[in-house]
């Protein structure tokens, strides 16, 4: 066994700590510096993270790999396990394929108050959380590092945000803590009925089913957990504290959240909250679609009102995360599979519409969508990017967008054995409206600002200028991904589908009839 | 799954049909080429596209003329698998319908060559055919023959299948299905190559004159091969998901032309308006072809789903539904009433792109798709077997809808935007009634007569700068003579003048009405044609008349006109354009400098014409039927067209056997009184448009004086007050009221419960501070203190320091504790 | 010794006891209450060879002697103090000896 199989996952998690405690070391107006070496520490922790995924076996996706199981906290019975299997590999990909680009973004973007060290520091501590809980195996560690994520990002929102960052970053933390808060009790609800001793995720599946667990009780365990993950997601109606958080955060920010730390509750859904308790997701499975119908047509006709390019966008999220859970309230491997590149594909092209976003605000100093305008005849190249990833968010087929909704819409057809295939077959033609909808708001957004000529205002404004060094360098591999996976998306499919396949087959056998 | 070379059989595809894929690749590569050095290429860039498109063109002639020997080797094989079937018989006397049954309950899964390979002991009717030579040669085990009479056919040829050439590679995967993406070769995707490659070369010929010095013409001419390519890929999809998928883009590509002047607004308004109205259609193919999936065992194989659905392996409710949210799909994409107002729209993009996407192919996608899935709507509306289904009474309606609209349009390419609707119309009706072959028919002659009907009206624009008919146009056949007349042999095979291609066509949807379906057939769709055709003839006399006789209405050389419709733009361009004076315009254009009279257009304009204008003459006649009053006609050269491009095999319906819906497919027989009619209806149609343009004749003003006329024509000059409801009230509604409702709603209700919570929070929290912790807590805390301060003081009295005293409460301690003690115990 | 005898010897405890704690809590001479302190010491004597001798045992006895001893140095060291309070104070008189008052 060589220290990548043993070692890698733990190496990677923490080597942006490392980073940071580097940096740590440097007087705090070194700003090159602090640059370089959160640059660094991001390509390394990418490295190791490569070569973790390099050495991974694809043939066998629906196992554990790269297990890692030592003594953690002996009192509670937690252990220090981290492993991955089909499910984490493209959310761990996204999420080291993320930070780098959104650092070199940082280049020469950096919000106000400047002060790149702590920023950068934050970024990494960030890191180390995305990826703890994409690799975390017990639910303790999963727990504490899904928290880990809050604490930068507050800080991230309330200190470089925009003018209302305060409501926002508390709005933030103390919505999603409320939820965490749940989802913890739930936790240790589980441990306590299971007998107290393990957290493990993998035993506590095991152990939830030879046991008889009542079926009130878990329906209750799972509602807790599903407040966790539901506001992470967000699903309406936990929405809320999204648009600001998104809207105030810094364009950095707004692109971590949306990229990865909402998939942080979706995953959380498909690895924690299905294959424990699988007789309660499926009670729960109506409901939640019932939500993410909602959400779908509800993120649109939001969006259509909205009068702020940046928050136009957060609400989409919530429209295309929506997509994401009726994939996964199917409880088929259709749908698991969907939700699954929905994630990446949601990370991908809303992650890129938060980067231009920004760039836009950098140049035009606005975001009002009517002030905006001509972004073609004014920036031509960065009107090309804009159109590309609207037609991507749309869920164009060809491009990554597509294969997140259209294989959701279709499980919901025929949802998994045991859920109401009417009900579902209703959400599958709401489901189906929602994209004519995704297509008005995001060509209208596009026509307000990509078409037409430029406002007066702007027309010789020296500011506005075309797509840099910087921004290349963070959008090209954003760019060709999302065409990639457009086009060849069985190289995600693939990945995902052998632990998806164990998850659907785990839910069946359990709720088996 | 089905390999090329299993699916060929014995028959070997040529090198060209195996390979075809490689036509849409080589646009997609056109594409990402154009628009990755056409900057620096500047008016060459369009170089790139005219040779990857000539060079797909001539692969495609290629592709058809290897079908053709394709086609003629699978007859011939099938001729001597007749004759390997008769000596078998010969030996084995079992009853050959056992046989296939056996066959077919061994493999439910066989595709679509296996489950043609129907054995019937006709070998009287197949002696004739045989051909001796290759009598004992292989016996392909796919290629099998029906040799019957051909009653049901009507034309005498064998029954033989003729397997598509497929190919195909892993998409992505699901469980441990995997799902392909290849290229499915047939009759109709070989025409269609044909087609589409063909104009598709023209129209990029053509447009290096027209939207030459464009600003973005490097863009223009890179979108123009992605189109290709989506289009081209989309003939050739193997499977529903490739085809929704390059449906999706070839709507793409449509909303990047038609916005292709985006910085003005009505233009961008046009373009969001083709994508959205195809997206509401959308949500029916999405839906459909997820019915389909499901119903078919999770599969998205073309050729499976419509082998299962003429097997009646899949519920007819199944099939119904689905057909009925598919025909949503074609309503948006092939323009049929109620979901057409985006094409006339559409006509806001450039004149070339409206003859390439609008006319002649983009839009045809819908009626090319109902062709490809013809098992399903087949079974479905149970079109053999009704007198009247959704498909023929969309198609009916669009028909004479479009007509209607197409009298009061003042702006040319509206005229033809219409015409356009109604043709397809024809096709979509044609489709309905069970003619399928007149259908895919028309498709082909249509492509090629509208084409140069829209270049045409491309031509005449690019010489007087305006699309208005009525003030800027008339007379023009003075200045453009050969424009004029390409333009009016193309508007005569519209018409369906006899022997103008689309004479033939027409007349054969018209005899499909009447001959094909139930009982009480189609009749009611034949009026509807017929009526059509009569609309067709007058308003395309009027377009003439208004545009090439009468007055020079024009208005002065270089100043803009708009027209009196919504469509004000494109001319801005055209003028602007020649004024850019850069060499190559020069050259041709000599108006450049000489602002005088239009004049006929340049060379790269008039040859496309030429060739479609030749084409609308003579592509009638590749289908042209030797039944009926035309029976003397050589069978050899009758048919063609249905003979090559017409599916054999189980995905298709059958000629011979009954479906599950008890129908079978029929060629209807050329009807000389049909044929004679619809001509005089065209005439008819003809004679009065000229009687009330050119002569004045007629009740002119009625509009003004009667009420009930003016209604009529404010109804149709509001277009039936569809986009008053779709822009207006839906759209407007949506964007409007509703979002701002749920913006509303998230802002106050949800936002202020969680805000509400978060202030009750801190409202609570100051209670809590204020009372309880300052108060309570704090209290408890303090007052713990004081009490025992004040239990001191209180204690401290008994501190006498008195030794008695003491004792005197100890005892008496002692005395209750013991009392208790003693009580308890 | 039966129980009526052993009932009358406890009876005589008893009222001893009680005089001496009178004496105790009421009387103010020191002398006094040293004295009472005596008759509770000998009431409890006079239980312990009363119940030794009704069980037969001598350890009763051994206890009181015990106590009878303990008791001389008790009212000995006792007799000092009340002497040594005597002389620095005049008076014998508890109510006036109250330093451990708080």
Redesign the interface.
Same mark, same amino acid.
């Given at each position: 066994m060589d220290f990548i199989q043993d070692w890698g996952l733990t190496a990677m998690v923490f080597a942006p700590l490392a980073g940071v405690a580097i940096m740590m070391l440097f007087p705090k107006d070194a700003d090159d510096t602090h640059k370089v070496l959160a640059l660094l520490t991001s390509l390394v922790t990418a490295a190791i993270g490569i070569a973790v995924l390099a050495d991974f076996d694809y043939d066998d996706t629906g196992s554990l790999q790269f297990l890692r199981d030592n003594e953690w906290i002996n009192v509670i019975n937690s252990r220090f396990i981290l492993g991955i299997d089909g499910l984490s590999v493209p959310l761990i990909a996204l999420t080291l394929l993320i930070t780098p680009l959104v650092i070199a973004y940082s280049w020469n973007h950096f919000p106000e108050p400047h002060n790149p060290k702590a920023f950068l520091s934050l970024i990494l501590v960030l890191h180390t959380g995305m990826l703890g809980t994409f690799v975390a195996q017990d639910l303790i560690l999963f727990f504490v590092f899904f928290e880990v994520v809050l604490l930068p990002m507050y800080f991230m929102i309330g200190v470089w945000g925009g003018p209302e960052r305060q409501y926002a970053s508390i709005k933030f933390f103390l919505y999603t803590l409320f939820g965490s808060a749940l989802m913890l009790l739930s936790f240790l609800a589980l441990f306590f009925l299971t007998g107290g001793e393990t957290f493990s995720m993998v035993e506590l599946a095991e152990r939830v089913q030879g046991m008889d667990i009542a079926r009130t009780t878990q329906l209750i365990v799972f509602g807790g957990m599903f407040m966790g993950f539901a506001i992470k997601v967000p699903m309406f109606p936990f929405h809320t504290w999204l648009p600001d958080a998104h809207t105030q955060a810094p364009t950095q920010g707004s692109v971590i959240l949306a990229a990865v730390l909402l998939k942080l509750g979706t995953y959380g859904f498909i690895r924690v909250a299905l294959p424990i308790l699988p007789e309660a997701a499926q009670s729960w499975a109506p409901w939640i679609g019932g939500l993410a119908v909602i959400g779908i047509i509800y993120g649109a006709l939001g969006c259509l009102a909205q009068t702020d390019m940046k928050r136009l966008i957060a609400f989409s999220s919530v429209a295309h995360m929506g997509y994401t859970m009726l994939g996964i309230s199917t409880l088929t491997d259709f749908g698991l599979n969907a939700a699954v590149f929905g994630m990446v594909a949601h990370g991908l092209i809303t992650g890129m519409l938060f980067f231009i976003a920004g760039s836009v605000k950098e140049r035009y100093h606005t975001l009002e969508i009517k002030r905006l305008g001509g972004l073609l005849v004014s920036a031509p190249r960065l009107g090309w990017i804009l159109g590309f990833c609207t037609m991507a968010s749309l869920g164009l087929p060809g491009l990554a967008g597509f294969w997140g909704e259209f294989p959701a819409i279709l499980a919901a057809y025929q949802p998994a054995e045991g859920l109401p295939v009417e009900l579902f077959r209703g959400y599958m033609v709401v489901a189906a409206i929602g994209t004519v909808l995704a297509a008005g708001y995001l060509l209208w957004l596009y026509q307000r600002t990509a078409f037409g000529t430029v406002k007066d205002e702007f027309v010789d404004d020296p500011n506005i200028h075309d797509v840099n060094g910087p921004e290349w360098i963070a959008w090209t591999p954003l760019l060709a991904l999302i065409l990639i996976l457009g086009v060849y998306p069985n190289l995600l499919f693939k990945v995902s589908d052998g632990s998806i396949v164990n998850v659907a087959s785990q839910i069946a056998a359990a709720t088996g009839n | 799954m089905f390999g090329a070379a299993e699916a060929a059989g014995a028959v070997e595809p040529g090198f060209l049909l195996e390979n075809a894929y490689v036509v849409p690749l080589v646009m997609a590569a056109s594409f990402v080429l154009t628009l990755a050095i056409g900057k620096r290429l500047g008016k060459h860039a369009s170089w790139i596209g005219i040779v990857s498109i000539g060079f797909c063109f001539l692969f495609a002639v290629g592709v058809n003329v290897q079908w053709y020997g394709y086609v003629h080797d699978s007859e011939h094989a099938a001729e001597s698998h007749a004759e390997d079937g008769e000596e078998s018989h010969g030996d084995d006397t079992e009853d050959p319908a056992e046989d296939e049954d056996a066959a077919r309950a061994e493999d439910p899964e066989l595709p679509a060559g296996d489950e043609g390979a129907l054995v019937v002991p006709a070998a009287e009717g197949a002696g004739p055919m045989v051909d001796g030579e290759s009598a004992s040669a292989r016996g392909p085990p796919t290629v099998a023959a029906v040799a019957e009479e051909g009653e049901g056919g009507g034309e005498g040829h064998a029954e033989y299948t003729i397997e598509p050439v497929t190919k195909s590679v /892993?998409? =992505?995967?699901?469980?441990?299905v995997e799902f392909e993406v290849g290229m499915l070769l047939d009759g109709m995707a070989v025409m269609m190559l044909f087609v589409v490659t063909l104009i598709s070369l023209l129209v990029h010929v053509f447009s290096t004159d027209y939207v030459a010095g464009d600003r973005r013409y490097t863009h223009y001419f890179a979108f123009l091969s992605l189109f290709s390519a989506a289009m081209l890929g989309f003939v050739m999809s193997q499977n529903t998901?490739q085809l929704? /998928?390059? =449906?999706?883009?070839v709507g793409?590509c449509s909303?990047a032309l038609i916005?292709h002047w985006?910085?003005?607004?009505p233009n961008?308004?046009a373009a969001?308006k083709a994508?959205?109205t195809n997206?509401?259609g959308?949500?029916g193919l999405?839906?459909g072809m997820?019915?389909l999936?499901?119903a078919a065992g999770q599969t998205f194989d073309i050729i499976e789903i419509n082998t299962l659905a003429n097997t009646g392996d899949i519920t007819h409710t199944a099939l119904l539904v689905a057909s009925l949210c598919l025909l949503a799909a074609v309503m948006s994409k092939s323009g049929q009433f109620i979901l057409h107002t985006w094409l006339p729209d559409a006509m806001a993009g450039p004149t070339p792109v409206s003859a390439l996407i609008h006319a002649a192919t983009m839009v045809v996608a819908g009626v090319y798709m109902v062709a490809r899935m013809y098992g399903v709507f087949w079974n479905g509306l149970v079109i053999g077997g009704s007198s009247i289904n959704a498909l023929a009474v969309v198609g009916g309606l669009t028909v004479l809808g479009g007509a209607g609209l197409a009298f009061v349009q003042s702006d040319i390419k509206k005229v033809l935007a219409y015409s356009t609707v109604s043709q397809l119309g024809y096709m979509v009706m044609a489709l309905g009634v069970g003619a399928w072959t007149a259908a895919l028919f028309h498709l082909f002659t249509h492509a090629f007569f509208k084409a140069g009907l829209f270049l045409g009206s491309g031509s005449v624009a690019h010489a007087v700068h305006s699309f208005d008919m009525k003030k800027d146009m008339g007379g023009m056949k003075q200045f453009m003579p050969k424009t004029f007349w390409t333009f009016v042999i193309c508007t005569a095979a519209l018409i369906g003048i006899f022997p103008f291609a689309g004479f033939w066509s027409k007349d054969e949807i018209l005899a499909g009405a009447s001959q094909l379906g139930g009982d009480g057939s189609y009749t009611a769709f034949l009026v509807v044609g017929s009526i059509g055709a009569l609309m067709t003839a007058a308003y395309m006399t009027r377009c003439i008349y208004l545009t090439f006789f009468g007055e020079f209405r024009g208005a002065h050389h270089g100043e803009v006109s708009h027209g009196t419709e919504d469509h004000p733009v494109e001319e801005d361009h055209l003028a602007a354009d020649s004024g850019h004076g850069d060499d190559l315009e020069a050259a041709h254009d000599p108006h450049a400098g000489d602002h005088g009279l239009p004049h006929e257009s340049g060379p790269r304009i008039l040859v496309p014409l030429y060739i479609l204008a030749g084409l609308a003459i003579v592509a009638g006649f590749a289908n042209i039927p030797n039944s009926g009053a035309l029976s003397w006609w050589p069978e050899d050269f009758a048919l063609v067209f249905e003979h090559l491009f017409e599916p054999r095999g189980g995905y298709f319906p059958s000629l011979t056997e009954a479906g599950p819906t008890g129908a079978v497919f029929a060629h209807p027989k050329f009807d000389i009184v049909i044929a004679l009619s619809s001509t005089l209806l065209g005439l008819l149609g003809i004679g009065l448009a000229y009687a009330w343009y050119f002569k004045g004749l007629g009740p002119h003003g009625i509009t003004q004086r009667n009420r009930l006329a003016g209604v009529g024509h404010r109804i149709l000059v509001n277009k039936y007050y569809f986009d008053h409801l779709y822009t207006g009230i839906i759209?407007g509604g949506?964007?409007g009221p509703?979002?701002?409702a749920?913006?509303w709603f998230?802002k106050h209700i949800?936002?202020g419960v969680?805000d509400g919570v978060?202030k009750g929070a801190v409202v609570g929290g100051r209670f809590v501070y204020e009372t309880i912790d300052q108060k309570v807590v704090d209290g408890a805390v303090n007052g713990s203190g004081y009490a025992a301060e004040g239990g001191g003081q209180v204690f401290?009295i008994m501190?006498?320091?008195?030794?008695?005293q003491y004792?005197?409460i100890l005892?008496a301690a002692t005395v209750v504790l013991a009392g208790i003690f003693i009580v308890v115990i | 010794m039966d129980d009526l005898m052993l009932n009358q010897f406890l009876l005589l405890s008893a009222i001893l006891f009680s005089t001496g704690v009178y004496g105790v809590l009421a009387k103010r001479n020191a002398v006094i209450v040293l004295m009472s302190i005596e008759l509770i010491l000998n009431a409890v004597n006079i239980n312990l060879v009363a119940f030794g001798a009704h069980n037969g045992t001598i350890a009763g006895s051994v206890f009181a002697l015990f106590v009878i001893a303990v008791a001389a140095a008790e009212v000995g060291v006792g007799l000092a103090m009340v002497l040594v309070i005597y002389r620095n104070r005049k008076s014998v008189d508890l109510d006036e000896v109250a330093q451990m008052k708080g």
């Open positions: - | /892993t998409w =992505w995967t699901n469980g441990t998901l929704i /998928t390059l =449906w999706e883009l793409v909303f916005g985006w910085e003005e607004k961008s308004d969001l994508f959205l997206r509401v959308d949500v999405l839906v997820i019915i999936f499901f759209a949506v964007k509703v979002a701002r749920t913006n998230n949800l936002d969680v978060g401290r501190q006498t320091g008195k030794v008695q004792g005197a005892f | -």
